[in-house]
């Protein structure tokens, strides 16, 4: 074999390496990044939802506890489907020819007051039921005070939100 053609073919080799090397390291992150995604979806639901809290409650206290949480659900529905009905329409106006910034700004204020008035009832109703229960059953329901997870950033705790810089 003559030195041109050795040098073609260790080029080709070199080549070649390279992009198996590309390869198995795009193979590695992408397994890795894979499993991240599998170990999220199969990861149990939330500990402090309702059914798995009333699960670990005494037997003597789960119907009374699961009565006073859905009475309290209930009570405190009005003003999200309030609040749930003034971002739709928020929504919607913001897409449409006849936008009016004033208006939005008032149906998201409306809409996002709603939902604290919801809240508040739920967490002063989850106080008050917390005033009755004792031991290890006021332990698990006090779980009930943690807030939810970010939805849109996996495994980001509620308070861990980006909030957009102010504007001056």
Same mark, same amino acid.
């Given at each position: 074999?003559?030195?041109?053609?050795?040098?073609?073919?260790?080029?080709?080799?070199?080549?070649?390496?390279?992009?198996?090397?590309?390869?198995?390291?795009?193979?590695?992150? =992408?397994?890795?990044?894979?499993?991240?995604?599998?170990?999220?979806?199969?990861?149990?639901?939330?500990?402090?939802?309702?059914?798995?809290?009333?699960?670990?409650? =005494?037997?003597?206290?789960?119907?009374?506890?699961?009565?006073?949480?859905?009475?309290?659900?209930?009570?405190?529905?009005?003003?999200?489907?309030?609040?749930?009905?003034?971002?739709?329409?928020?929504?919607?106006?913001?897409?449409?020819?006849?936008?009016?910034?004033?208006?939005?700004?008032?149906?998201?204020?409306? =809409?996002?007051?709603?939902?604290?008035?919801?809240?508040?009832?739920?967490?002063?109703?989850?106080?008050?039921?917390?005033?009755?229960?004792?031991?290890? $059953?006021?332990?698990?329901?006090?779980?009930?005070?943690?807030?939810?997870? $970010?939805?849109?950033?996996?495994?980001?705790?509620?308070?861990?939100?980006?909030?957009?810089?102010?504007? =001056?």
């Amino acid at each position: 074999m003559t030195s041109r053609g050795l040098k073609i073919a260790l080029g080709v080799s070199v080549a070649l390496n390279l992009f198996a090397l590309g390869a198995g390291a795009t193979l590695y992150v =992408s397994q890795a990044r894979i499993a991240q995604q599998v170990e999220a979806q199969t990861r149990a639901p939330r500990e402090g939802s309702p059914q798995r809290l009333f699960d670990r409650l =005494s037997p003597e206290e789960r119907p009374r506890v699961r009565a006073a949480m859905r009475a309290s659900a209930l009570a405190a529905r009005p003003d999200f489907e309030m609040a749930r009905d003034r971002r739709r329409e928020a929504i919607a106006m913001a897409a449409t020819k006849d936008f009016d910034p004033e208006r939005l700004t008032a149906l998201l204020a409306e =809409s996002r007051a709603a939902d604290q008035r919801g809240r508040a009832r739920m967490e002063r109703d989850t106080v008050a039921l917390l005033a009755t229960v004792e031991g290890q $059953d006021r332990v698990v329901l006090a779980e009930i005070l943690k807030k939810r997870r $970010d939805r849109t950033r996996p495994g980001a705790p509620a308070g861990d939100r980006p909030v957009a810089a102010p504007t =001056s």
